[in-house]
């Protein structure tokens, strides 16, 4: 078997605001300026997949030094937004090299890190993986480096490292269900990369195929609650009319995979959905 085991793993908890959940009618600005509440606390999800090639990450998580280092983020205008979209929590314990231990994981024994997209909560795990392949679209890292990163949700300093090893893919033509191209990550159509555009222009999601088990598709910021996609809304950041693409060709995705289970990056349903039931059905955490 090309997959032995899935598991969730969160690198602290965030805080956004409702309107950036969704649905929402009012601008990013808007509510950005005018919001004063906060959801409760959301997950903030590193997927492991334990593949025959070596484990496998989707995103990396938060970095702890955004909680501990004053200039971590970026200062003046785009500090003053990025203090209003989002609050921390990330424990000490919470690193993805700790993480990983206390989940009988060595973080030398990961071989590919997918980044779903480059905002800052999906690449804060990136200075303890040095060692390994990342993964990104190369639409993505395109984005990123087009001006005024910053203000677009790039913090280039932590993502344009000297020490990484980066694999840009370019996506060839594939048919998977609704989606006509695609990146197969192994060859063996076990982990399959999605296009997702709209949060990011880059966003990937991955498809993940296991004999006699749920598929996965594992969708970063596409959505932040899997009940609102299957139901078609969309979050309010990104650009609405791709998010909706998208969000409709997942969706459609399940009439050729029953079943399939969506995990997004910040649903605090996400690792719920992984466990496998008493029946012994195989859904997630441990399957």
Do not use: C
């Amino acid at each position: 078997m090309d997959i032995s085991r899935v598991s969730a793993l969160s690198t602290g908890t965030v805080r956004i605001r409702p309107e950036h959940v969704g649905p929402t009618d009012k601008h990013l600005y808007v509510w950005l300026a005018t919001s004063r509440s906060w959801t409760p606390p959301r997950p903030i999800n590193v997927y492991v997949v334990e593949h025959r090639e070596g484990l496998v990450l989707f995103d990396t998580g938060q970095d702890r030094a955004s909680v501990t280092e004053p200039d971590y983020f970026p200062g003046g205008l785009n500090g003053l937004i990025y203090d209003r979209l989002a609050t921390f929590d990330i424990g000490p314990e919470q690193t993805l090299t700790r993480l990983l231990a206390a989940n009988g994981y060595d973080i030398r024994d990961v071989h590919t890190a997918v980044l779903s997209h480059l905002h800052q909560d999906h690449i804060g795990g990136l200075p303890e993986l040095s060692h390994a392949r990342i993964v990104i679209a190369d639409d993505e890292w395109k984005s990123m480096r087009r001006p005024l990163a910053a203000a677009r949700g790039y913090l280039r300093q932590h993502i344009d490292r000297p020490d990484l090893r980066w694999e840009r893919i370019h996506l060839e033509p594939l048919e998977t269900g609704p989606f006509t191209t695609g990146h197969d990550l192994f060859g063996d159509g076990s982990l399959v990369l999605l296009p997702t555009p709209g949060h990011t222009p880059g966003s990937l999601s991955m498809l993940v195929r296991r004999p006699g088990r749920p598929p996965l598709l594992m969708v970063g910021d596409l959505t932040y609650d899997a009940e609102l996609l299957a139901a078609g809304e969309v979050p309010g950041v990104g650009k609405k009319s791709e998010l909706r693409q998208s969000v409709a060709k997942v969706n459609e995705l399940r009439g050729q995979y029953p079943g399939l289970v969506v995990l997004a990056a910040h649903d605090p349903a996400a690792a719920g959905r992984l466990v496998v039931p008493a029946d012994g059905s195989a859904q997630g955490v441990g399957s």
